[in-house]
């Protein structure tokens, strides 16, 4: 054993600076791949993530729609990524785990990649990886699918293309001219926040790659790189005609809404997230009940305290190094765009608070806070000119190295804490009981294949929202033809809020007056018209109940429409799913079939409940 | 300006200044300019003042002079937990002029005045006579966190003395530390007698000397440090005493205090030191909310249902055109940080500037404590913290903290200056540091201009319900053109007098200044009421007749001289009573009903007569005493309205 360690401590000694840093970098990207790991493999899938399950079982996953529009987005890589786990196998979480984590690896890769292109193997790069590997920001992301398949190929290829982008701007290689671009097609393959690359791109070559004053650097930057913005331009003209053809648009933002969005994200949400905040988080009482989602909800005290502490560093910074500025100005445009993007695409739709209050929109801000943090602390290799230590010294400051790590400590901890609040209700079976849903439907409709009506699943499934992705049919379509939904039968049941199979009723009055045949009510014996209580133009379920003397059919028919429905013998319900609006309901038994209709009823299914005591 | 008229002014401004200015000696030309801003401050604070008018606490002081309550006993009460002997002095000088704001404004402008020459003098003492001195002194002037004692009297006999007391034995004590005579020491324990006299709050005026004399008389190892202070040992045992006599004085007085909750704790001191206090240091709020535009969406924001709003949220809403300090969360976010960047720009340049941090900052602490116990666990934290009103000494005690920084303390043991290698070698350009001063002022004055307005609204019911009504009152009293009005004494509106402060919530006391003009009273004839807008309408007893039709044809009952009449019975509650009669000539009769047994006059014909009942009864003795014989048609019992409402 001491041999091991000797050999290892002689091995680490010989081992150059450079090398010290990428294994140190090995390591730590292993710790968070670990950490989040952890965070997947308890989770499972959530809201839109059964949209696309849906569409990937029933073959809709075909190569138009990954170019259709999902929400806001287009996201055909995204798509692609759902369909490569839906053809796994049936809610295969396994399979997105496994993605996911592919996904992440790749993802820090690029960063990794990045900072070592921007600073080389030093070990101040460090702790800007650190930085993007360990803060909270990125992490809602990873236990979500869906955000997922958007956000962390965005990621990868945003931090890649960087990297891309500043060989080309140092050596002009081509073939680094053609990865960038590709690179930034992927981004914005993958998600619409890709659009923001550019900003990055630009503001990376006129701040560190060209000469000159203010006015000069541009006009430099533009003439001298013109090869790469051409390629960038004709990729993001492609991608916004394709855009702006597809997606349907969200109409013109409020300003009001949108600069309190601005205000609310940047000042709350983003600024203690940089320190490993929020710490703190809530469900903001959001629609849909009770979800696994949190919001930012720090503190005021620790919002301020936060601001003071990014301010007096910043404040250090600047004092302290020569072109600091920079990264801060490069930042603050980055974090300022994707916010106002964020008020633009999202706020109008779901509210100031929980647009800028959720802090999965910023997740790509990892890096650009870990780019950021490189760029104003160390130089960057080959540029014009970056970050130096001012001479003749400004601020003559000697913080112990202590401080500094104890700094680092602290926020280590608190980012731990806050991905650990963050992952809990994923983790959570009440939170989300999808799982345990899902288990208990397949298995109630393995043990007995019976036909079920096409309803909504519950809430706590798939809120209201994701029509018609809620219905059975589509959100339980990976389970195959176990599921056959009807829309007429016989005492039907249905999948209660447990996934268990319920009959099926409609809590509400009769819509019929009692028949004027006493013992009978309606005594049907051939096509009869009954009134019942006006019924509106909407997608309802008509149930009669009926005592047949004779197993038979009759048809139905009501507002848009009319079907034949069979007739067992005995007391029984007949379902009907109806459309149009109607004040009467038409019976028309076949030949030899008489029943007495004992009352009807128009309106929504529901698990009938109690019926645990009668079976 | 044309070159026509330029060319004057520019000639006068060149003579002032090489004449006059050049010539006089720096000292005369620092006195001229201090009062010079004093002089300003006071013109614009004396603006604030004289559009105000009373409100809420102030009612009660003159209503306790009119009606004669102020013995010297009153002197002493305590007044919704402060102890303010000086404060109540101050209302018996000019309670006597009843609700004649110019009189009450003269006070406050002159309690003022005593304020600024105060914290001139302090400065002048304490640094001497020197340019620097304007620096503070004009914070001091400037800053809106004590705009409250220029447009609300309560809150100026309070905390106008007790800066004048804190100004007063700071400059002494620094004095007596600095020269050793005992009667330095003497002057000091006055001030501070002046101070507790009239503001809690002045009880820090002794920790805050006691610092003073820690941080810049003392030095060394903790050791030498207390041999050093044992030595004014004649000082620290006559503010003992004051010390401990105030607090037993206090004590002695208190009732029990309001219930309060822990969990406003934490909200009590962020949004104190961060929302008020840092915003205020430099020229805040900007922006204000008014009390009586509902405090709900502070409430809402905050996870901590406030004690009082569990009982009736109606209290919580008093007619006041109080502002909270309602600065958005970006602007606090940047006061922070400018405050913290000037804070670090000071350490990195200069030595021994930030000692006054050892007294500031545990100030601001234990007065946002302070708050939280004494206002904030009951009202809410999103309420009380956003008051300036609480805050207003931190402004005086930081023109002296401010002071420190940019000069020495005469006679002190430890002197700021530049440090030999700064830390930080940037010198902000001038333009910034004006630019900033500038900044700070123009945030000030219309941060206090924000403020006053609402004050000096006489006919808005929104900002100021309690002017509004009173006005109308006012108005109402002098169109009757009566000598003397007559109305039953029932309780205000709850926005115009809150069941808290009863009785006072009833035109008795209330208004009780306004006699001769208004009466209130329990028992009368034709009484009239005033309703929710301070007008004067005729009363109504509300219900139908409790007592049956009477059997005297054509008079109902007849009282001659003596008649019982049943009534339905009554519960025991207070009530009002209205008997409707014909009367064959003046007199007076005695009603008894239940525990009321009242002398009531009656007039020749057809009136009505009002009296307060108590008690449970269900017959009413009517005595004539005058032999007048008197027809009553209807008794009514309940509660009594304006007879416009009643159609």
């Given at each position: 054993m001491s041999?091991?360690?000797?050999?290892?401590?002689?091995?680490?000694?010989?081992?150059?600076?450079?090398?010290?840093?990428?294994?140190?970098a090995?390591?730590?990207?292993?710790?968070?791949?670990?950490?989040?790991?952890?965070?997947?493999a308890?989770?499972?899938?959530?809201?839109?993530?059964?949209?696309?399950?849906?569409?990937?079982?029933?073959?809709e996953?075909?190569?138009?729609?990954?170019?259709?529009?999902?929400?806001?987005?287009?996201?055909?890589?995204?798509?692609?990524?759902?369909?490569?786990?839906?053809?796994?196998?049936?809610?295969?979480?396994?399979?997105?785990?496994?993605e996911?984590?592919?996904?992440?690896?790749?993802?820090?890769?690029?960063?990794?990649?990045?900072?070592?292109?921007?600073?080389?193997?030093?070990?101040?790069?460090?702790?800007?990886?650190?930085?993007?590997?360990?803060?909270?920001?990125?992490?809602?992301?990873?236990?979500?699918w869906?955000?997922?398949?958007?956000?962390?190929?965005h990621?990868?290829?945003?931090?890649?293309?960087?990297?891309?982008?500043?060989?080309?701007?140092?050596?002009?290689r081509?073939?680094a001219?053609?990865?960038?671009?590709?690179?930034?097609?992927?981004?914005?393959?993958?998600?619409?926040?890709?659009?923001?690359?550019?900003?990055?791109?630009?503001?990376?070559?006129?701040?560190?790659?060209?000469e000159?004053?203010?006015?000069r650097?541009p006009?430099?930057?533009?003439?001298?790189?013109?090869?790469?913005?051409?390629?960038?331009?004709?990729?993001?003209?492609?991608?916004?005609?394709?855009?702006?053809?597809?997606?349907?648009?969200?109409?013109?933002?409020?300003?009001?809404?949108?600069?309190?969005?601005?205000?609310?994200?940047?000042?709350?949400?983003?600024?203690?997230?940089?320190?490993?905040?929020?710490w703190?988080w809530?469900?903001?009482?959001q629609?849909?009940?009770?979800?696994?989602?949190?919001?930012?909800?720090?503190?005021?005290?620790?919002?301020?305290?936060?601001?003071?502490?990014?301010?007096?560093?910043?404040?250090?910074?600047?004092?302290?190094?020569?072109?600091?500025?920079?990264?801060?100005?490069?930042l603050?445009?980055?974090?300022?765009?994707?916010?106002?993007?964020?008020?633009?695409?999202r706020?109008?739709?779901?509210?100031v608070?929980?647009?800028?209050?959720?802090?999965?929109?910023?997740?790509?801000?990892?890096?650009?806070?870990?780019?950021?943090?490189?760029?104003?602390?160390?130089?960057?290799?080959?540029?014009?000119?970056?970050?130096?230590?001012?001479?003749?010294?400004?601020?003559?400051?000697?913080?112990?190295?202590?401080?500094?790590?104890?700094?680092?400590?602290?926020?280590?901890a608190?980012?731990?804490?806050?991905?650990?609040?963050?992952?809990?209700?994923?983790?959570?079976?009440?939170?989300?009981?999808?799982?345990?849903?899902?288990?208990?439907?397949?298995?109630?409709?393995?043990?007995e294949?019976?036909?079920?009506?096409?309803t909504?699943?519950?809430?706590?499934?798939?809120?209201?929202?994701?029509?018609?992705?809620?219905?059975?049919?589509?959100?339980?379509?990976?389970?195959?033809?176990?599921?056959?939904?009807?829309d007429?039968?016989?005492?039907?049941?249905?999948?209660?809020?447990?996934?268990?199979?319920?009959?099926a009723?409609?809590?509400?009055?009769p819509?019929?007056?009692?028949?004027?045949?006493g013992?009978?009510g309606?005594?049907?014996?051939?096509?009869?018209?009954?009134?019942?209580?006006?019924?509106?133009?909407?997608?309802?379920?008509?149930?009669?109940?009926?005592?047949?003397?004779q197993?038979?059919?009759?048809?139905?028919?009501?507002?848009r429409?009319?079907?034949?429905?069979?007739?067992?013998?005995?007391?029984?319900?007949?379902?009907?799913?109806?459309?149009?609006?109607?004040?009467?309901?038409?019976?028309?038994?076949?030949?030899?079939?008489?029943?007495?209709?004992?009352?009807?009823?128009v309106?929504?299914l529901?698990?009938?409940?109690?019926?645990?005591?009668?079976? | 300006?044309?070159?026509?008229?330029?060319?004057?002014?520019?000639?006068?401004?060149?003579?002032?200044?090489?004449?006059?200015?050049?010539?006089?000696?720096?000292?005369?030309?620092?006195?001229?300019?201090?009062?010079?801003?004093?002089?300003?401050?006071?013109?614009?604070?004396?603006?604030?003042t004289?559009?105000?008018?009373?409100?809420?606490?102030?009612?009660?002081?003159?209503?306790?002079?009119?009606?004669?309550?102020?013995?010297?006993?009153?002197?002493?009460?305590?007044?919704?937990?402060?102890?303010?002997?000086?404060?109540f002095?101050?209302?018996?000088?000019?309670?006597?002029?009843?609700?004649?704001?110019?009189?009450v404004?003269?006070?406050?402008?002159?309690?003022?005045?005593?304020?600024?020459?105060?914290?001139?003098?302090?400065?002048?003492?304490?640094?001497?006579?020197?340019?620097?001195?304007?620096?503070?002194l004009?914070?001091?002037?400037?800053?809106?966190?004590?705009?409250?004692?220029?447009?609300?009297?309560?809150?100026?006999?309070?905390?106008?003395?007790?800066?004048?007391?804190?100004?007063?034995?700071?400059?002494?004590?620094?004095?007596?530390?600095?020269?050793?005579?005992?009667?330095?020491?003497?002057?000091?324990?006055?001030?501070?007698?002046?101070?507790?006299?009239?503001?809690?709050?002045?009880?820090?005026?002794?920790?805050?000397?006691?610092?003073?004399s820690?941080?810049?008389?003392?030095?060394?190892?903790?050791?030498?440090?207390?041999?050093t202070?044992?030595?004014s040992?004649?000082?620290?045992?006559?503010?003992?005493?004051?010390?401990?006599g105030?607090?037993?004085?206090w004590?002695?007085v208190?009732t029990?205090?309001?219930?309060?909750?822990?969990?406003?704790?934490?909200?009590?001191?962020?949004?104190?030191v961060?929302?008020?206090?840092v915003?205020?240091?430099?020229?805040?709020?900007?922006?204000?909310?008014?009390?009586?535009?509902?405090?709900?969406?502070?409430?809402?924001?905050?996870?901590?249902v406030?004690?009082?709003?569990?009982?009736?949220?109606?209290l919580?809403?008093?007619?006041?055109?109080?502002?909270l300090?309602d600065?958005?969360?970006?602007?606090?976010?940047?006061?922070?940080?400018?405050?913290?960047?000037?804070?670090?720009?000071?350490?990195?340049?200069?030595h021994?500037?930030?000692?006054?941090?050892?007294?500031?900052?545990?100030?601001?602490?234990?007065?946002?404590?302070?708050?939280?116990?004494?206002?904030?666990?009951?009202f809410?934290?999103?309420?009380?913290?956003?008051?300036?009103?609480?805050?207003?000494?931190?402004?005086?005690?930081?023109?002296?903290?401010?002071?420190?920084?940019?000069?020495?303390?005469?006679?002190?043991?430890?002197?700021?200056?530049?440090?030999?290698?700064?830390?930080?070698?940037?010198?902000?350009?001038?333009?910034?540091?004006?630019?900033?001063?500038?900044?700070?002022?123009?945030?000030?004055?219309?941060?206090?201009?924000?403020?006053?307005?609402?004050?000096?609204?006489?006919?808005?019911?929104?900002a100021?319900?309690?002017r509004?009504?009173?006005n109308?009152l006012?108005?109402?009293?002098?169109?009757?053109?009566?000598?003397?009005?007559?109305?039953?004494?029932?309780?205000?509106?709850?926005?115009?007098?809150?069941?808290?402060?009863?009785?006072?919530?009833?035109?008795?006391?209330?208004?009780?200044?306004?006699?001769?003009?208004?009466?209130?009273?329990?028992a009368?004839?034709?009484?009239?009421?005033i309703d929710?807008?301070?007008?004067?309408?005729?009363?109504?007893?509300?219900g139908?007749?409790?007592?049956?039709?009477?059997?005297v044809?054509?008079?109902?009952?007849?009282?001659?001289?003596?008649?019982?009449?049943?009534?339905?019975?009554?519960?025991?509650?207070?009530?009002?009573?209205?008997?409707?009669?014909?009367?064959?000539?003046d007199?007076?009769v005695v009603?008894?009903?239940?525990?009321?047994?009242?002398?009531?006059?009656?007039?020749?014909?057809?009136?009505?007569?009002?009296?307060?009942?108590?008690?449970t009864?269900?017959?009413?003795?009517?005595?004539?005493?005058?032999?007048?014989?008197?027809?009553?048609?209807?008794?009514?019992?309940?509660?009594?309205?304006?007879?416009?409402?009643a159609?």
């Open positions: 041999r091991l360690t000797g050999r290892l401590r002689r091995t680490w000694a010989a081992l150059s600076t450079g090398e010290r840093v990428v294994l140190a090995w390591a730590m990207i292993a710790a968070q791949l670990v950490l989040r790991g952890w965070a997947v308890g989770s499972w899938f959530y809201a839109d993530d059964f949209i696309f399950l849906g569409k990937v079982a029933r073959g996953a075909t190569t138009e729609w990954l170019f259709e529009p999902h929400n806001i987005h287009l996201m055909p890589l995204g798509l692609w990524l759902t369909k490569l786990v839906g053809s796994v196998g049936a809610f295969s979480w396994g399979a997105a785990a496994v996911i984590l592919v996904l992440q690896l790749l993802a820090s890769l690029a960063c990794w990649w990045m900072l070592r292109t921007f600073f080389g193997d030093r070990p101040g790069v460090l702790v800007p990886l650190g930085a993007f590997l360990f803060l909270p920001m990125s992490f809602p992301t990873v236990v979500w869906a955000a997922v398949v958007n956000q962390l190929p990621q990868a290829a945003l931090y890649a293309c960087l990297a891309a982008h500043v060989i080309y701007l140092r050596e002009r081509r073939w001219l053609v990865m960038a671009t590709v690179l930034f097609a992927l981004a914005l393959g993958s998600y619409t926040k890709g659009l923001l690359v550019p900003v990055l791109l630009v503001l990376v070559a006129v701040l560190y790659f060209a000159g004053g203010l006015l650097r006009w430099r930057a533009l003439v001298g790189y013109w090869q790469a913005w051409t390629a960038y331009g004709v990729v993001a003209a492609g991608y916004l005609a394709v855009y702006l053809t597809t997606v349907p648009g969200t109409g013109r933002p409020d300003p009001k809404v949108l600069a309190e969005t601005v205000d609310l994200s940047l000042t709350t949400s983003l600024a203690p997230s940089i320190l490993g905040g929020p703190v809530s469900s903001l009482n629609v849909g009940g009770v979800g696994p989602r949190l919001f930012v909800d720090t503190p005021t005290s620790l919002v301020a305290l936060s601001w003071l502490v990014l301010g007096m560093l910043a404040l250090v910074v600047v004092l302290r190094r020569r072109r600091a500025w920079f990264a801060l100005l490069v603050a445009v980055y974090a300022l765009a994707s916010a106002v993007l964020v008020g633009a695409g706020a109008g739709d779901f509210g608070a929980s647009a800028s209050l959720e802090l999965r929109y910023f997740a790509d801000l990892s890096g650009v806070v870990a780019l950021c943090l490189g760029l104003a602390t160390l130089p960057v290799r080959g540029a014009v000119g970056s970050s130096e230590p001012r001479t003749p010294v400004v601020l003559d400051l000697h913080v112990e190295r202590r401080w500094v790590a104890a700094g680092l400590a602290v926020v280590l608190g980012s731990l804490w806050s991905s650990w609040t963050y992952a809990r209700p994923w983790h959570d079976a009440v939170q989300m009981p999808q799982e345990q849903w899902v288990a208990n439907a397949s298995e109630a409709l393995t043990e294949p019976v036909d079920i009506p096409d909504t699943v519950p809430d706590t499934v798939l809120w209201g929202a994701g029509f018609p992705g809620n219905l059975v049919s589509r959100l339980l379509s990976p389970l195959g033809d176990r599921v056959r939904v009807v007429s039968g016989t005492d039907l049941r249905m999948l209660d809020a447990e996934g268990h199979l319920r009959p009723a409609i809590a509400d009055l819509r019929t007056k009692p028949g004027p045949d013992q009978c309606y005594s049907i014996t051939e096509s009869t018209e009954i009134e019942i209580v006006p019924v509106l133009d909407f997608d309802f379920w008509l149930t009669i109940s009926y005592l047949a003397g197993d038979g059919r009759m048809t139905v028919s009501a507002g429409t009319e079907v034949e429905v069979p007739v067992e013998r005995g007391l029984h319900t007949a379902y009907v799913r109806t459309q149009g609006a109607y004040d009467s309901v038409t019976i028309t038994p076949d030949e030899g079939t008489t029943l007495c209709v004992d009352n009807m009823n309106g929504f529901t698990p009938l409940a109690g019926s645990e005591e009668e079976q | 300006m044309s070159a026509v008229t330029d060319a004057p002014v520019r000639r006068l401004a060149g003579r002032v200044r090489d004449g006059a200015l050049r010539r006089w000696p720096r000292g005369r030309v620092v006195t001229a300019v201090a009062l010079t801003l004093i002089a300003a401050h006071l013109l614009f604070r004396g603006w604030m004289a559009g105000s008018w009373f409100m809420w606490d102030d009612y009660i002081f003159i209503g306790q002079v009119t009606l004669g309550m102020d013995d010297f006993g009153w002197l002493f009460h305590s007044h919704f937990s402060l102890f303010m002997p000086v404060s002095l101050l209302v018996k000088s000019v309670a006597w002029a009843g609700l004649d704001w110019p009189v404004a003269t006070q406050m402008i002159v309690l003022q005045a005593l304020a600024a020459l105060a914290c001139w003098w302090m400065l002048r003492v304490v640094f001497g006579n020197r340019a620097r001195i304007l620096v503070p004009a914070f001091y002037l400037v800053t809106p966190m004590t705009v409250a004692s220029s447009v609300w009297w309560s809150v100026a006999i309070n905390q106008l003395p007790h800066h004048v007391a804190l100004f007063g034995a700071i400059a002494a004590h620094v004095t007596y530390a600095r020269t050793g005579r005992v009667r330095w020491a003497i002057v000091a324990t006055l001030f501070v007698v002046l101070g507790v006299g009239s503001y809690l709050k002045a009880a820090l005026i002794v920790p805050v000397l006691l610092g003073i820690v941080v810049w008389f003392t030095r060394g190892p903790w050791r030498t440090r207390l041999r202070l044992a030595a040992w004649p000082a620290w045992l006559m503010y003992a005493a004051v010390t401990i105030y607090a037993v004085a004590w002695s208190q029990g205090a309001a219930p309060r909750q822990r969990c406003e704790l934490p909200s009590a001191m962020s949004t104190s961060l929302d008020t206090v915003t205020g240091v430099l020229g805040g709020p900007w922006s204000w909310r008014l009390w009586t535009g509902g405090i709900d969406p502070f409430v809402a924001a905050s996870d901590c406030p004690q009082v709003y569990r009982g009736s949220p109606d919580v809403v008093g007619g006041a055109p109080q502002s300090t600065a958005p969360l970006l602007l606090v976010l940047v006061a922070t940080l400018v405050l913290a960047a000037m804070v670090f720009y000071v350490w990195g340049r200069r021994d500037a930030l000692r006054a941090a050892w007294i500031l900052v545990p100030y601001v602490l234990v007065s946002a404590l302070l708050v939280y116990a004494g206002r904030a666990g009951t809410g934290s999103q309420v009380s913290a956003r008051e300036v009103r609480y805050f207003s000494d931190v402004a005086a005690l930081l023109a002296f903290g401010l002071g420190t920084v940019i000069m020495p303390i005469r006679g002190a043991l430890h002197r700021p200056g530049p440090r030999a290698d700064p830390y930080l070698r940037l010198r902000l350009p001038r333009p910034v540091l004006v630019g900033l001063a500038g900044a700070v002022v123009v945030g000030s004055v219309g941060s206090s201009v924000a403020y006053t307005l609402p004050w000096h609204d006489r006919w808005d019911s929104t100021f319900p309690e509004t009504f009173v109308n006012l108005d109402d009293l002098d169109r009757r053109d009566e000598r003397s009005t007559s109305v039953v004494d029932v309780p205000l509106p709850p926005v115009i007098g809150n069941p808290v402060i009863a009785p006072f919530n009833r035109p008795s006391h209330k208004m009780a200044s306004l006699a001769p003009r208004l009466k209130a009273v329990s009368g004839t034709d009484l009239g009421i929710d807008d301070g007008r004067i309408q005729l009363a109504r007893v509300t139908g007749s409790r007592a049956e039709p009477g059997p044809e054509g008079c109902g009952y007849l009282v001659n001289p003596e008649e019982t009449i049943d009534v339905s019975p009554v519960l025991d509650l207070p009530f009002w009573m209205q008997v409707d009669y014909l009367s064959s000539m007199g007076t009603v008894t009903a239940g525990d009321t047994s009242v002398r009531v006059p009656v007039e020749e014909g057809l009136h009505s007569m009002f009296l307060a009942t108590e008690g009864f269900s017959e009413v003795t009517i005595r004539s005493e005058t032999g007048a014989a008197v027809c009553v048609d209807t008794i009514r019992v309940g509660d009594v309205e304006p007879v416009e409402d159609r």
